[in-house]
Structure formats: structure tokens, C-alpha cells
């Protein structure tokens, strides 16, 4: 805000001259009358102190101009008060110069608190607007966040939908394995109904198995269509990871089947929950066992994924190695860049994604070379720990 601004936001508003000299006005004729007071009951009737007090009280709350009329007016006064004859003219003329010396400081006093009021003003409003600009950038910093949020829960959706779309016939003969199933117990279950005379006790038992393998084909799909589905905001909960890991080797039986792959699993019995999105965490395991089902899809020998997990101090560490190639050479510091790939028809996502994911969890995610062959993805979460006084 530039001074004049400033100068004229401070001016008091048209109609309010009357009343700042109508005070120099009042406050002499109040110091007259306390002296004639004093005078009446007789007192000291140190009228130079009521003027001052009065002049004071004028430059303070009226301003420059009518604080020198109060001196002006306490000068009358003074003179028709206190004449001449009276007291002599040096004394009298010394109470003149104490008024006038007075009204000088007053004034000097009155410019320097304008000075220093319009001075916060001018601050006062360049903090305002400060104030203004940094809440403007909080919500556009607010629906930047939130709209790159979108973006990136988005992105892993599209990720997850790109890894199934790769699995679509694993997926699919994982599906037809239980419906085959069923088919073949239905089809037995009406053979042993149609006997003579019926056989209910067998009937009963194939219409349980198939009971059974619906029901598998019913929790397939389903595992299927989480990971499909489209979030609006991650849910949090408590996740049992051998859970996780157990859905995941179910959902990727029928990959590592068709590359003879083992899948060997080492998680500790006593392996405390984590706190988590369980989706996300789906994903993580995905991504982390189908770039080692890739990395030993060509390679001789032993083809082995192995996920353990243990528990370390307030974390769990996670880790998923394999058998195949390893890391690229003088490329390993690259594989968590987004849009980087090894992999002739890969996104270069899903690593990138999976990190975003742990440490959006508060946890961890990095690569270590094995030692005789392949490579083992290991990240940390925190766990889930509740104490006994109803605090988590």
C-alpha cells in the first residue's frame, strides 16, 4: 500500500474537525474552572499544570492543529488569569515559553506517533496481504495435492489393470480349474440322483464338493475384482500379511505353473498385523512376484520365488527374492525411476508405483543382488501395535 493510502486511511473521516477542536476548546475551559476551584476553597491554583494536561490531551487525541489552538487558548487565558501586574512580566513571560516549549515537543511527539501509526498500517497491510496470498497458495497447494493424489491412485489402478490384462489367461484358466470342477461334481451328483434306487449319500457329497469349488470360483473372482475396482480415497485397516501373501500366490498359481516356478513362503507364525490399505498392499506383492516370475520366465536351472517376513523391532520386513537373472548391470539405481524398463513390452511403472506405496505407508522399499543368483525386493512396514490402554 503506498504512504498517500496509508496517510489517507489514517485522516479522520469529514465531520470529525468539529469535534477535535471543539476539545481544545473544552479541555482549557475545564483547566480554567479546576483553578478557579482550587481558587475558591484556597488551594494552589497552579493553573500552568491543568493547561499543560489539557494541551497534552489535545495533541494526543485531537491532533497538531488543535493541539497549538489549546496552547493559543491556554495562552489567553493565561494572560487575562494571571495578569502582568500581578506576578511581574519575566515570570509570566517563562510560563509563555514553558506553553510554547510544551506545544513544540507535543508536536514533535504527535508527528512521530503519526509517523509510527502509519508505518503499521503500511505493515500491517502488507501483511494482510501476505496473509491473503500464502492462504491463496495453501489451496492451490491443497488442490494441486489432492488432484496429483488422483492422479496417482489413478495411475496405480491403470498399473493393476495392465498386470491383469498380462495374466488374462493364467486368470483365466485359474477361473475354469473350480467351474470345470463344479461342472464334473454337478454332472455326478445328477448321475448318483437318477440311479434306482438313488444314491443320496454319494449325491450329497459330490453336491458338497461342488458347493465347494462354486465357492472357490466365487472367491477368485472376487480377489479379481478388488484389484480391478476404483477407489476414491485408500482405506486403512489392519492387514494380516500371510493373508496377503496367500491371496497372491492363489491369484498367481496358474503363471508360475506354466513357467515350473516353486513358490516357497517363510513368514514368521507370530508376525504382528500392519496397518494398511490392503489393495495397495496386493499390488506391492504383485508387482514384486510377477517382476520375479519375469526375471526367471527365460533362465535354466532352479526357478524358485521365495517370500519371507519377520519382524523386526516396530517393523516387518518384507522380502521376495528369485532365481533369475538379477539386476541389470550399472543399472540397478534406475529400476525404482518411473517409465524404466528392462522388459521388451513393460511400463516401467510398477516398480516406481510399488515404492510410492510403502512409503506412503511409512515403510521402506529397495533391492539387494543375491549372493549365488537373482535378486530380492525388501521393504518394511510399520506394524499395527495396540496397547493396553486402548491406544494405538
Known amino acids: 500500500m503506498a504512504p ?75 494572560n487575562s488569569y494571571e495578569p502582568a501586574g500581578r506576578l511581574g512580566a519575566a515570570p509570566l513571560a517563562l510560563y ?46 491443497i488442490r494441486d495435492s489432492e488432484s496429483l493424489r488422483q492422479a496417482q491412485e489413478e495411475l496405480a489402478r491403470i498399473s493393476r489393470i495392465t498386470t491383469m490384462g498380462e495374466l488374462t489367461a493364467s486368470l483365466a484358466h485359474e477361473v475354469n480349474q473350480p467351474i470345470a470342477a463344479a461342472v464334473t461334481n454337478a454332472t455326478t451328483c445328477v448321475r448318483w440322483l437318477v440311479r434306482d434306487p438313488p444314491d443320496v449319500e454319494e449325491a450329497r457329497a459330490a453336491a458338497s464338493r461342488l458347493v465347494k469349488d462354486a465357492t472357490r470360483a466365487a472367491d477368485i473372482v472376487s480377489r479379481i475384482r478388488t484389484l480391478f475396482k476404483k477407489g476414491s480415497t485408500p482405506q486403512r485397516e489392519s492387514v494380516d500379511l500371510r493373508e496377503v501373501v496367500r491371496e497372491m500366490i492363489l491369484l498367481l498359481r496358474s503363471e508360475t ?46 526357478r524358485e520365488l521365495t ?24 543399472m540397478a539405481d534406475r529400476i525404482f525411476d518411473a517409465f524404466f524398463t528392462t522388459k521388451e513390452h513393460g511400463t516401467g511403472m510398477g516398480l516406481s508405483i510399488s515404492r510410492s506405496i510403502v512409503e506412503s505407508h511409512g515403510g521402506r522399499l529397495w533391492v539387494v543382488e543375491n549372493s549365488s543368483r537373482g535378486a530380492s525386493f525388501c521393504f518394511t512396514l510399520p506394524t499395527d501395535v495396540v496397547v493396553h490402554d486402548g491406544h494405538s
Open 4 to 78: 498517500t493510502a496509508n496517510a489517507a486511511a489514517l485522516a479522520p473521516p469529514k465531520g470529525a474537525g468539529f469535534w477535535r477542536y471543539g476539545l481544545a476548546l473544552v479541555s482549557i475551559v475545564i483547566a480554567l474552572g479546576l483553578a478557579r476551584t482550587f481558587l475558591y476553597f484556597h488551594l494552589p491554583q497552579p493553573f500552568a499544570v491543568f493547561a499543560l494536561s489539557a494541551i497534552a490531551i489535545t495533541y494526543w487525541y485531537g491532533g497538531i492543529k488543535p493541539g497549538i489552538l489549546s496552547t493559543v487558548l491556554a495562552l489567553i487565558v493565561r
Open 257 to 302: 505353473s506354466h513357467y515350473s516356478i516353486s513358490i516357497q513362503t517363510d513368514i514368521a507364525s507370530d508376525l504382528p498385523k500392519v496397518m494398511a490399505d490392503r489393495v495397495q498392499l496386493q499390488q506391492v506383492f504383485m508387482n514384486l512376484m510377477m517382476n520375479g516370475i519375469d526375471a526367471m520366465k527365460h533362465t535354466n536351472g532352479e
Open 96 to 141: 509563555d515559553l514553558a506553553f510554547v516549549i510544551f506545544a513544540v515537543l507535543m508536536t514533535l511527539a504527535t508527528q512521530a506517533r503519526d509517523e509510527l501509526e502509519l508505518r503499521v498500517a503500511e505493515r500491517t497491510a502488507e501483511l494482510t496481504r501476505s496473509n491473503e496470498d500464502l492462504k491463496r497458495e495453501i489451496a492451490d497447494h
Open 307 to 330: 517370500i519371507t517376513s519377520r519382524q523386526e523391532e516396530d517393523e516387518v520386513l518384507v522380502s521376495v527374492s528369485d532365481t533369475g537373472m538379477g539386476l541389470p548391470p550399472r
